[in-house]
Structures are given as C-alpha cells and as structure tokens.
C-alpha cells in the first residue's frame, strides 16, 4: 500500500512523538541512491567513532544543501510533516529560537542482525546540544524492527514511508529493534538552532 502525507487525515502523535507516512516512491528511490554509490558508503559511527557493538551500520552522509532527486523530494515531504508538528505544538516556535536542518543528513543500512543497540538520545554531549528535534523515516518495512522508547512505553514500526520526529532530549532515548535475517534502511538527521 502507498502512503502519501496528503491524504492522511491525522497524523499519530504519542508523548511528542510524530509519525506519518511519505510516498513511497522516494523511499525506494533514497535506497537505490544508496546502492548506486557504494564508494560514498562508510561505517557508521556514534560519538565520533566506530564501535560496532553499539552501532552496526553502513551510512552515507548526505549534503543537507542538497537539491538532487531524491533528496530535494525527501526535505519537501519532511517540512511538510515538520510543519504539522508545530501545528500541533505550535509553543516550539515561540519557546525556541528558529531552527532547521543544520547537519548532514545519514542515509543508513543495517544488514541481518545488525543495529543501533544502545539504548541513547540525541542530545548526549555538548557537541551535539543545539539539536531540538529529530527525524527518520524508514525506507523498507520489516515487521518487528522498528524503534524502541522505552520511557514512552512505545515502538515505532519500520513500515516503508513511516516518518518519525521527536525531542532529542534524553526522556525520548530509544534504541533500534535488531532482527536477525531482514535488512533495514532508513534516513535520519536533526533540526537544530541556526548558527544566527
């Protein structure tokens, strides 16, 4: 089934965390990206450095300026749910200062039996404290990978298209849901505070 933002009538939201669905087309075409450019491919890091019992991935680092297919569709569709985020909690922009995709963009693979296992937010050293919020959407879907929040007693399901925001602050820390034969993929990055 195709899912595309606008036509769902509301979008799910539990404890600020967001979920809606984008079209599918562009999570297959981010895939292919991913495979036709294997010599862009490096292994994922967390904290600055590799370490393959807490995170076992194969990133590629996308440009946040960006504006190729299927990356300029990919940021559209993204606002888009970003923009029904702060309709719902509209205090975000009049509490925070302006904000916006300020980093690199990680389009991730995760072969069979391989994850972010450690339990972690995105606000966990000072390096990365002006994130305000977080995105990922999972570009395949694998039943029983998703993503674990533990103090929201909540998992979000790896179904293809499924975008997910929420607080980079430790009361949303989450960890990835491993499954032992399927391979998942997925986009993530940060809204963080403009430099100005």
């Known amino acids: 089934m195709e899912h595309d933002i606008t036509k769902m009538n509301k979008p799910v939201m539990k404890d600020f965390i967001y979920q809606n669905f984008m079209d599918k087309k562009i999570c297959e075409d981010i895939?292919?990206?991913?495979?036709?450019?294997?010599?862009?491919?490096?292994?994922g890091e967390c904290g600055g450095g590799v370490v393959k019992e807490i995170k076992d991935s194969q990133d590629i680092i996308i440009d946040r300026r960006?504006?190729?297919y299927p990356f300029n569709k990919y940021k559209q569709a993204l606002q888009e749910c970003l923009n029904e985020y702060l309709s719902i909690y509209p205090e975000i922009s009049r509490l925070i200062d302006e904000?916006?995709?300020m980093e690199?963009?990680?389009?991730?693979?995760?072969?069979?039996?391989?994850?972010?296992?450690?339990?972690?937010?995105?606000r966990s050293m000072p390096s990365c404290?002006?994130?305000?919020?977080?995105?990922?959407?999972y570009l395949n879907t694998v039943k029983d990978a998703g993503t674990s929040f533990p103090f929201q007693n909540?998992?979000?399901?790896?179904?293809?298209?499924?975008?997910v925001l929420w607080p980079g602050e430790w009361t949303h820390?989450?960890?990835?849901?491993?499954?032992?034969?399927?391979?998942?993929?997925?986009?993530?990055?940060?809204?963080?505070?403009?430099?100005n």
């Open 154 to 163: 909540q998992i979000t399901e790896c179904d293809i298209g499924r975008t």
């Open 31 to 43: 895939i292919q990206y991913f495979k036709d450019h294997p010599h862009m491919v490096t292994e």
């Open 129 to 137: 404290s002006h994130r305000v919020l977080v995105f990922m959407t």
């Open 99 to 101: 904000f916006s995709l």
């Open 66 to 68: 960006l504006e190729e």
């Open 173 to 195: 820390a989450h960890k990835g849901i491993i499954h032992p034969t399927k391979e998942k993929w997925l986009i993530t990055g940060w809204l963080g505070f403009n430099d």
């Open 104 to 122: 690199n963009i990680l389009l991730q693979y995760y072969k069979p039996n391989a994850g972010y296992r450690l339990l972690h937010c995105e």
